[in-house]
């Protein structure tokens, strides 16, 4: 079974302090790994997809990164705007069935 | 703004109702997918459709039902609710089956008395 474990749980920093989000993963056969943020209220809101250890992704402040068994998401010089959840997710070859299979996200608080 | 429209926002209804949640799918895309996540158990994937067939199922529950209708829209039909249903209800859509990324619609909150 897919398993996704994100770390930590929730994340306070101070307005340019810069960290990163962990994404553990055990799946047979990655086909991609996806970044997502959610605004409380608000539906996930796509980031990135990663399809294979090396490849790197960048958006603005974020950067994401991919092993064989983890991603992280870098957040560089963060602002109070980039509070959110932001969660992973990871498919699995499943034949023309895609399922993804969600963390439990990492609750990111940017304080000014 | 995904591009992706649900309906309604909220739902409150009693338990033993019965309710329908509607998704239309960003322009374009084929395939469309409901999740369900509450505070203990995170997004949770319920089901799929690709094209007006049903292609997976997951944890989703005998007295939930889903149909993609041939304008690609989607409904989620609830029944028999109970307490414990009470969640956000997402639906996504993607361009394929193959890795592209899913939009999410802004969920309909249901909450169950």
């Known amino acids: 079974e897919d398993q996704v474990t994100q770390s930590p749980e929730a994340l306070r920093l101070q307005e340019g302090e810069s960290s990163s989000l962990n994404c553990s993963y055990t799946v047979s056969g990655l086909r991609g790994l996806f970044w997502y943020r959610q605004d409380p209220g608000k539906g996930p809101e796509f980031l990135f997809t990663?399809?294979?250890a090396g490849e790197e992704k960048e958006k603005e402040r974020l950067k994401a990164t991919l092993t064989k068994k983890e991603s992280f998401l870098h957040i560089t010089a963060p602002k109070p705007e980039d509070s959110a959840t932001y969660l992973c997710?990871?498919?699995?070859?499943?034949?023309?069935?895609?399922?993804?299979?969600f963390g439990s996200g990492t609750q990111l608080t940017v304080l000014p | 703004d995904s591009g992706v429209t649900q309906t309604p926002k909220h739902l409150i209804t009693a338990t033993g109702q019965r309710v329908t949640l509607r998704c239309s799918p960003r322009?374009?895309?084929?395939?469309v997918y409901w999740y369900q996540q509450s505070l203990d158990q995170g997004l949770q994937f319920l089901i799929q459709y690709y094209n007006g067939e049903e292609r997976a199922k997951g944890n989703i529950l005998e007295r939930f039902s889903a149909q993609q209708f041939p304008d690609l829209h989607s409904e989620l039909n609830l029944s028999s609710l109970e307490l414990g249903d009470s969640a956000l209800y997402f639906c996504?859509?993607?361009?394929?089956?193959?890795?592209?990324?899913?939009?999410f619609g802004n969920g309909t909150r249901l909450t169950v008395t």
């Open positions: 322009s374009g895309d084929l395939s």
């Open positions: 990663l399809y294979s």
């Open positions: 996504a859509s993607s361009v394929s089956v193959d890795n592209s990324p899913l939009h």
């Open positions: 997710a990871v498919q699995a070859p499943s034949g023309s069935a895609r399922q993804l299979t």
